[in-house]
T-cell receptor, first 109, second 115 residues
Framework: GQQVMQIPQYQHVQEGEDFTTYCNSS?????IQWYKQRPGGHPVFLIQ?????EVKKQKRLTFQFGEAKKNSSLHITATQTTDVGTYFC?????????FGPGTSLSVIP | NAGVTQTPKFQVLKTGQSMTLQCAQD?????MSWYRQDPGMGLRLIHY???????DQGEVPNGYNVSRSTTEDFPLRLLSAAPSQTSVYFC??????????????FGPGTRLTVL
C-alpha cells in the first residue's frame, strides 16, 4: 500500500552513456525527493519535486514528476565516474518517511 | 553546525549483548528517525519521533527501543543483540515531516556486526 518501487535495481553503463531510474507509487504523492548515496557513505539530498509535471535540472541531472503525481524519474546525461552510487526516491506518508529500494549505478571508465 | 552525528562508527557485539547507538543533531529539528540498511534491502525505518517525548514504530521495530527526552538526542537501544541485527544504521533528522522543505539530513552511520 505505502511502498515505493524503483527500477532498475542495478544499472551498469559505459562512461558517457545516459542513465535513467524510475520511481513508482500506487498512491498519489504530495511530493517526492531524490537522494544519492556514494559507496560507503550516507544518503545525501538531491532535490524535491512538488508540482504535477514538474521538471528540474541540476547540471547533467534531470528530475521529473509525473502528471498524475504517482511516478518520478531521474535522468543523468553522459555519465561520469563521479555519478557512481545508489539513487533513492523518498515519499512521505502521513507521519512516515518511505524510501524506495534504490537503483545502484556503476560506471565503467 | 555539526549536523547529525552518530557514535560509534563501528561496533562488534556478541549475541545477547545490549548497547545504545547515539544520535544527535544541532539543527533544532523536530523529526528524527532511525534506519537500517542491508544489501539489496534499501533503507528500512526502525523508529521515528516527531518531537521530544513522542516516538513511534516504523517498518522493522522488533528488537529495538528508542526514547526522545530532548529535541537534540535520539538514541537507539538494542536490547539483546542478534546476528540478524548486523547492519549499517543511519540516523536522520528534518525540520518537518510533511510538506515542502522536509529534506532529510543523515548522520555518517554506525556499522554494527553481531557475532
Amino acid at each position: 500500500g505505502q511502498q515505493v518501487m524503483q527500477i532498475p535495481q542495478y544499472q551498469h553503463v559505459q562512461e558517457g552513456e545516459d542513465f535513467t531510474t524510475y520511481c513508482n507509487s500506487s498512491t498519489t504523492l504530495s511530493n517526492i525527493q531524490w537522494y544519492k548515496q556514494r559507496p560507503g557513505g550516507h544518503p545525501v539530498f538531491l532535490i524535491q519535486l512538488v508540482k504535477s509535471g514538474e521538471v528540474k535540472k541540476q547540471k547533467r541531472l534531470t528530475f521529473q514528476f509525473g502528471e498524475a503525481k504517482k511516478n518520478s524519474s531521474l535522468h543523468i546525461t553522459a555519465t561520469q565516474t563521479t555519478d557512481v552510487g545508489t539513487y533513492f526516491c523518498l515519499k512521505t506518508s502521513y507521519d512516515k518517511v518511505i524510501f524506495g529500494p534504490g537503483t545502484s549505478l556503476s560506471v565503467i571508465p | 553546525n555539526a549536523g547529525v552525528t552518530q557514535t560509534p562508527k563501528f561496533q562488534v557485539l556478541k549475541t545477547g549483548q545490549s548497547m545504545t547507538l547515539q544520535c544527535a543533531q544541532d539543527m533544532n529539528h523536530e523529526y528524527m528517525s532511525w534506519y537500517r540498511q542491508d544489501p539489496g534491502m534499501g533503507l528500512r525505518l526502525i523508529h521515528y519521533s516527531v518531537g521530544a517525548g513522542i516516538t513511534d514504530q516504523g517498518e522493522v521495530p522488533n528488537g529495538y527501543n528508542v526514547s526522545r527526552s530532548t529535541t537534540e538526542d535520539f538514541p537507539l537501544r538494542l536490547l539483546s543483540a542478534a546476528p540478524s541485527q548486523t547492519s549499517v544504521y543511519f540516523c536522520a533528522s528534518s525540520s518537518q515531516l510533511a510538506g515542502v522543505g522536509n529534506e532529510q539530513f543523515f548522520g555518517p552511520g554506525t556499522r554494527l556486526t553481531v557475532l
